[in-house]
């Protein structure tokens, strides 16, 4: 703690502490009456917007028809820096299709949030959302599954986030 | 012929036997020249007009896998006009290719790719749809064959009708439909060669498939122990596991093929049931047991030993050294012959990777590897003497050993050395212990030609031990 003596040597004690506390005291008057902004948050009552730029939590994609967008190219997995993404890939009965993940992980307590999955995948299926809010407790919570991932209750009320690029669109322009 | 020239590759001295093959001069030189139709193994068929060089004198580009070496060729691939070429062939090429990347499993080590790279990054000219062919195909054999992706470089076709003489793949329809099909599955047992000699993504293997991006895998270059052949192999595996097994070019035993028993070798080497560590019996239940304890149990007591024909040379001798002065019995199981004794190409019927191994160390040591020896063995199995079984690595005729298990029941104590999985039948013993596998312990083998072949350690999967004469340890105890 940083006593300024000289305040209290040069205007004495009531003097000097108004004039320690005189920004605190403005500031407290301001906020009280109105005249400025807050700068804090009543959370979680309030809750702060973060642009849709903002990199939180994940979210998969699905198509039309409800199914996961994710192609499971691995190239997500194999972009990461934690290492924090686990695919496991399988036949999908839809020969159009082809490859569909039968599993897709993402271990939350190792990533670094740093957006590459983002920008690897080739077909818009992941997307890091502005939701920050990721509070929990065992580990165990922490590893986010496919249902989490693409059809938790703040994605359209479970029915997810429709991806911009579908199977049907490549595949009628055969480009 | 071995008469040698002298030829000039862009600029550079080579030197090369006269009337061979000018692509291959180049390659074996270190030299880049793309090529797709062109495989060392198969004739020459020159479609895909990817390797274009220019020679002085010669008016025109031509390719350079249809072109023999003669003395003071002066030949360049590095020009403008050879770029421009190769460009524009590897647009055509890619006219009807779909954007199957993220789905197929060639990815990361696919021809396209690669020379796209390299020397295409144009921009596409096509206005027009691309024309669509069957995808998915299931061709039998652990094939799967993708017609869309295929490029007709012919080079399946020429290997079914030049390698195995089996002619299931052609080309069919002319033009922009033309594409590669069977008349009726593949039938061959070299199959999935043509997985590796397909330099795009339109035959892969079903086995493989989805299973893992060949970028996460690194290869060991080892030996096949599938048969005495002993094929020079390369084994691709990451921390998860083994994915696969793919041939290794070499001149004296295998050329650059193998067959498809050889292709899973490697199976038991990750299996989620292989034994991880020394195991007791409990009432047909394995359960874990302390290594420590069965060296207790088993002190002092007879020990009679049966060894597997899949050890290295190293282990043999290593186990001999340390049995040398005790009581110990030594009798070797070999597998029974499968199909026929040759079947001229590679595949061969009798099973057993380091017969010529085990039969010298054997020898050398004085004991009889014959099948008499180990019935003799077998009969003299009293209530009192405790019998090591060394698994072989791979049963290709689990009925043949399971006999072999009926006749050591008189035993006290029945211990397993195994490198794989579980079976049901090895209940029989009292104890398992795990062995390191063909991928996990380095030493030679001798083929049936008597040629010494290295096996390669690789990544661990169990908890195994490295220590080459822990087999000889049973037996000091």
Redesign the interface.
Known sequence: MILKADLYKAHGFFKGTYLGLKLTIITMVKNLFGVEKRMTLNYPEEKYFYSDRFKGKHVLTVKEDGTLRC?????CS?YCPAQCIHIV???DSD??V??APVSFEIEMLRCVFCGFCEEAC??DAIRLTNEYEMAGHAEQEWVADHHELAFRKSLNGGRGIQSTVDDKD?LK??? | MTEKVKITWNGKQIEAVKGSNLLQAALDNGEQVAHYCYHAGLSIAGVCRMCMVEQDGVPRPFPACNATCGDGMVVRNDTPKIKAAVEATLQFHLVNHP?????CDQ?GECGLQDYYMKYGQYD?QMID??V?KE??QDIGKNVMLDAERCILCSRCTRFTSEVTKTNELGILNRGDHAEINVNENLKNDYAQNLVDICPVGALTSKDF???Q?V??LEEVHTTCIGCETGCSVKVSQNKHGSYRVKPVFDETVNGHWMCDDGRQIYKHVSSPTRLQNASENLNGLFVPADESKIVELVKGKKAKFILSTSLTNQEYANFFASIKGSKAEVALYTLPTMGAEFDGILKRGDKNANLRGAVKAFEAAGFDHSSAGLDKMLNGISSSDIVYVVVPEILYNEDHFNTLLKKIEKASTRIALTPGETLSTMKVFNYLLPVPSFLEKEGEIVNFQGNTRKLAAGLSYGETTKDISYYGKWVNV
């Open positions: 192609t499971s190219c691995m190239l194999t890939a399988a036949d020969k159009e082809e490859k080739p077909v490549r322009l055969r480009l | 954007l199957d990347c993220p789905v990815a596409s749809k691309k669509h995808k998915v498939r989805f299973k991006r970028w996460f």
